[in-house]
């Protein structure tokens, strides 16, 4: 027996409401269809909020993280229309989210989007996400392969260049892919369904291309690592192998039950030798065996700061986004620093932050003196720098807590109580979907409900000791249902225990305050 959003699925493709858009803008959001206004609009990328009701969000597509300035005007521009309710939010897959949308003017919008080469199509529900790759590939020194066109083209591929690839929308559950070309996991690998790394054939180094790990995802019932596929692929393969692998997921992934149609449910039913076998038949031929190793060689980078790139005399400058939230005159004031310091060229970072590009030795000492960089620092304490959060309660409809606002406030607090010789990463998710990566985290948090003095109070559950870059691996948690109110001193004590950390004064810390609107507001 289909379940809900398979029967959904079978009686139209949500891609078809593409058509009905203009007649949706005019008719106004209450006189839709509740299937189409709850699920199918996703399929364009457009998301009613109970939260916000007659305010839509909209999640943008942006391969690789790779942005222009013309590109970030116009998605500051749709931001400005909103008002006091415009808010934009960089994700922890390289994209951005927007916030206040109304429903009529999505046709502007949609235009827009077409005229910078922007599209939001297939970028929810059970479609490919957005495809991640390394933030500063074609400018990093050290890279072995620039991804940017393996993203673009992977792109394409399944939203047929924007428009929507109907071949592709009716997959399973959602799918995440990701494209390494540097030394350091900038994507995450092991978290996602399909992912590339980088990998030399021999080990005289003379071939280059990319061992294949899948299966990998989070979520409120099951975390998987990625694992080896066994497969090494050339670069001039990767577009084919994803379109054959996503055909056999499509075609006999489970479908009966939404808690297990992810890819890895697949895997284990088929077991990982007959999944290898089935992509090898869609593609057409055998595939080699994996490389002896990959070339995850080093620490996880967050590329905040000022970097010497590869071409000869220029920089690129990482800007920390405390918990990725950005509102239009930022976002105008982003474009204006990219084009008057650097050539236009912007990426977004799976940390939520942004760097500016093409930064000549000559520009950086004006660039740094910038007030926005005030807001947006280049040297960020060691708290704030490994700082992520999802959207949490304030918009999203399954988180348990509020996040963005909590977060900053708490993490305000601790860099206030103590000295830390080193990055702390700490991931804060509003739910148990894990949206925010917490197992990835150094110190990761998942909203819940807990009991303190008899009441039920926001708490979260703890996870500890994920690590990122070379030998990467998920941490577990090691706390349950602890209140939010708790977490000043509890996280406090972890990070002198376990990070070192020095204690600034002796007095004792005080509960964490939960309001902070004037850290992160919606107007």
Known sequence: MANKIEALKAAKDGL?????????????????????????????????????????????????????????????????????????????????????????????????????????????????????????????????????????????????NGEGNPAFTNLPRKFNIAIAGCRDNSTHAEINDLAFVPAFKEESKETFGFNVLVGGFFSAKRIAAAIPLNVWVAPEDVVALCEALLIVFR??????????????????????????????????????????????????????????????????????????????????????????????????????????????????????????????????????????????????????VETKNRSLALTKQLAEDYELKKVVRIHWSGCPNSCAQPQVADIGFTGCKARKDGKVVDGVDIYMGGTVGKDAHLGTCVMEKVPCEDLREVVGKLLVERFGAIPRTTSTNVAIATSSAELVSVN
């Open 16 to 160: 078809a409401i593409k058509a009905e858009i203009a007649r949706f803008a005019e008719i106004g959001w209450e006189a839709i269809d509740d299937d189409d206004l709850q699920h199918r609009l996703k399929w364009l990328g457009v998301f009613f909020r109970k939260s916000t009701p007659g305010r839509f969000m909209v999640r943008m597509r942006i391969p690789n993280g790779l942005l222009s300035s013309d590109q970030m005007r116009v998605l500051a521009s749709v931001v400005e229309k909103c008002g006091e309710h415009g808010v934009a939010d960089i994700t922890t897959r390289q994209n951005i989210q927007m916030r206040g949308i109304l429903l009529e003017d999505v046709p502007e919008m949609f235009d827009k989007f077409r005229s910078v080469g922007l599209t939001s199509v297939q970028s929810a529900m059970d479609n490919i996400r957005n495809i991640t790759g390394s933030p500063v590939a074609g400018i990093d020194a050290n890279e072995l392969y620039d991804t940017r066109e393996l993203a673009i083209q992977v792109q394409n591929l399944l939203t047929n």
């Open 251 to 400: 075609d006999n992934g489970l479908r009966d039950s939404r808690q297990k149609s992810r890819l890895m449910y697949l895997i284990d039913e088929w077991g990982i030798e007959k999944f290898r076998m089935e992509v090898e038949k869609q593609m057409g031929k055998p595939l080699a065996a994996a490389a002896a190793k990959d070339e995850i060689e080093w620490e996880k980078r967050d590329h905040i700061g000022v970097h010497k790139q590869k071409q000869a005399g220029l920089n690129y400058v990482g800007l920390q986004i405390p918990v990725g939230r950005m509102y239009a005159p930022d976002m105008y004031e982003f474009a204006r620093l990219a084009e008057t310091y650097g050539n236009g060229d912007m990426r977004l970072t799976v940390e939520q932050n942004l760097i500016i590009t093409h930064v000549s030795d000559a520009n950086v000492t004006e660039l740094l003196q910038e007030p926005l960089l005030q807001k947006f620092p280049v040297d960020p304490d060691n708290l704030m720098r490994g700082l992520v959060s999802c959207t949490g309660n304030q918009f999203c409809p399954v988180a348990i």
